[in-house]
């Protein structure tokens, strides 16, 4: 069955980056996009940006343009989210989350708690 | 951007009653790429509902969806114990995609 498993909680300090990764399996990775997306306390829930894993095109949201980058492995079928300067308001769940191109998220990673703090 | 208002924040119901969730698009959503998903304390997201209408894989007939352009409701007929949770919409239709704040279900 499909699966993402993300790596696991981080904590960072101000300014620092933060890579995290989100492994698939179940699925033909190359043939969908990954996205990623935020949560975080008492926040909505924010889309950061994805992927087109065939050819890897990136789309970001304007508020992250800039400080994050998405990538991935097509052989370890991974994909990957750095954000960088991180500011405490990055404190969050991020989550990986998987669309055929254009289409509703249907399977997502169970996400990784990022926490940003001096 | 498209912002989503759900309503009410709160719904507080018992088991077997009908729920009713609201999502109001700020612009009309292209060709109803409107989803719904439901949230469980320390769980991600699962999605129930996208294309406005249609229920996703294994999600029971109890869950459905109806709306177009800017207007959207989820509709649980009757609830179940393990349907009290946090709903939420989301669009997909433009760029950035965004998320509706939320509908709690809790118990009466």
């Known amino acids: 069955q499909v699966q993402f498993v993300q790596s696991g909680a981080e904590v960072e300090k101000p300014g620092a980056s933060v890579k995290v990764s989100c492994k698939s399996s179940?699925?033909?990775?190359?043939?969908?996009?990954i996205h990623w997306v935020r949560q975080a306390p008492g926040q909505r829930v924010e889309w950061m940006g994805w992927?087109?894993?065939?050819?890897?095109?990136?789309r970001y949201s304007q508020k992250f343009q800039g400080r994050v980058t998405i990538t991935r492995d097509t052989s370890a079928s991974t994909a990957y989210m750095e954000l960088f300067s991180l500011r405490s308001d990055d404190t969050a769940v991020y989550y990986c989350?998987?669309?055929?191109?254009?289409?509703?998220?249907?399977?997502w990673g169970q996400g990784t708690l990022v926490t940003v703090f001096s | 951007e498209i912002v989503l208002t759900q309503s009410p924040g709160t719904l507080s119901l018992s088991p077997g009653e009908r729920a009713t969730l609201s999502c109001r698009a700020s612009q009309s959503v292209s060709s109803s790429y409107l989803g719904w998903y439901q949230q469980k304390p320390g769980q991600a997201p699962r999605l129930l509902i996208y294309g406005a209408s249609s229920r996703a894989t294994g999600i029971p007939d109890r869950f459905s969806g109806s709306g177009s352009g800017t207007d959207f409701t989820l509709t649980i007929s009757s609830l179940e114990p393990e349907d009290f949770a946090i709903y939420y919409c989301h669009q997909y239709g433009s760029s950035p995609r965004t998320f509706g704040g939320g509908t709690k279900v809790e118990i009466k």
């Open positions: 989350a998987r669309s055929e191109e254009g289409r509703h998220l249907d399977y």
């Open positions: 179940g699925y033909t990775f190359t043939t969908y996009t």
């Open positions: 992927i087109s894993v065939g050819n890897g095109d990136t």
